[in-house]
């Protein structure tokens, strides 16, 4: 069904609104999915931050601070294991009432369930009760993330110019660090600006309230372009439509598989230099909250550099050249970094810049890097959910491990879970064949 006959009067009377008879460039594409993307990751690095400085206290008080914080990652982590649930949901919406209005749903259910976490009582007030209700509402926001995959990443990528498929494939990550530094100043502000009392008590629900009107925001720029027909005709002349999640596992499993497990190494330092460090530095460090956050916000600066250098970058080397190399300089990282969060102050500075430059140069090209390798009837379903399985295999537990080893085994063991994540990476690269063919 394509999407001009499948589509409700909402979606009708949205490309009407918009249909002002230019063409659809790919930089309208690009400014559609940097919005979409910086969206979806201040929702993400809100709750990541939450999860260290407000839930163990909140939800899990009678735990000691260590165990609550590895038991608030565990509700963190639901997120990432609804996303596929969430891709299922919305592809028979998308096939059934069109990419607009699934978009619109997603992006409600994705608001609501933020703004949801902000009415989360405490312990004392609802016992256990309290941790249902965060996990319900984290593995809301999982749905919604499966559900909101709107296609526009791959088809920048396969618009693209020529030589420059690199620089295109870049664009979509620049949402990560740009929803980094807007959450880790919001919280530094609120924790600055308030006693610990009142932070605990009504200041930290504020960014929730902050995500639910930035995703508001980001639907309309997203259905901007979404709704137009000469979007739809770009989807189906690229034959980025649905297709049944059943068929396209069957047809194109090991593209999938593949898919999944090639940018296994960037996602895992992701997390290993947004999430991690915080919780690390908060429970076992005289650091202040604000002063790491504000570390943070530099570095993910650092961070939107490096992105923007691994498209020039890849469109050199090529992409696959790229990925083999921030596998192994990743790999080295993991040898001697963590360690620096136990050196003071310079060296979690350090050890926050240099990972956010390696992190910058290797998640720029990670995403996508199969689009072109299934099938034109698969690409669109196909593409949702290998990002879905990659980001909860190289992301979706990272913290939770990472700490639990870190206490446990030292700061070095932190390290070799991240070593592992490259080797995955670099076993992935060698092996597909196809991928060298493809993206280089």
Known sequence: ???????????????????????IAPAEIAIGVIIGRTSEFFDF???????????????????????????????????????????????????????????????????????????VPSYES?????????????????VALGGSWDGLASLLAINAPEGKRGWYAMIPQLGAPLGLIVASLLFMFLIAALPAEDFLDWGWRYPFFVAFAINVVAL???????VTPEYARLF??????PARLTETLRSEWRVIIMGAFAPLASFAMFHMVTVFPLSWVFLFTEETPVRFLMIEAVAAMVGVLAIIASGYLADRVGRRT????????????SGFAPQLLAAGETGEAVFMILGFLILGLSFGQSSGALSSNFSPRHRYTGSALTTDLAWLFGAGFAPMVALWLSSEFGLLAAGAYLLSGAVCTLVALWLNRELARTID
């Open 220 to 226: 309309f720029a997203r259905l901007r372009i979404v």
């Open 45 to 119: 690095f809100v709750y990541a931050i939450a999860s260290v400085l407000v839930f163990p206290k909140l939800v899990f008080p009678y735990l000691d601070p260590l165990t609550g914080t590895l038991w608030s990652f565990a509700i963190f982590a639901l997120a990432f294991a609804a996303r596929p649930v969430g891709t299922m949901i919305f592809s028979s919406l998308d096939r059934v009432y069109g990419r607009g209005a699934k978009l619109t749903v997603a992006l409600f259910l994705l608001g609501g369930s933020t703004a949801a976490i902000a009415f």
């Open 1 to 23: 069904m394509s999407a001009e006959t499948a589509t409700t009067e909402a979606e009708r009377d949205a490309r009407a609104l918009h249909d002002d008879g230019h063409p």
């Open 126 to 142: 609802a016992g256990i009760g309290a941790a249902l209700l965060l996990a319900l509402f984290r593995m809301g926001q999982g």
């Open 236 to 241: 189906e002349d690229r034959d980025l439509e």
């Open 322 to 333: 790229l990925l083999a190399a921030t596998a192994a300089a990743i790999a080295a990282f």
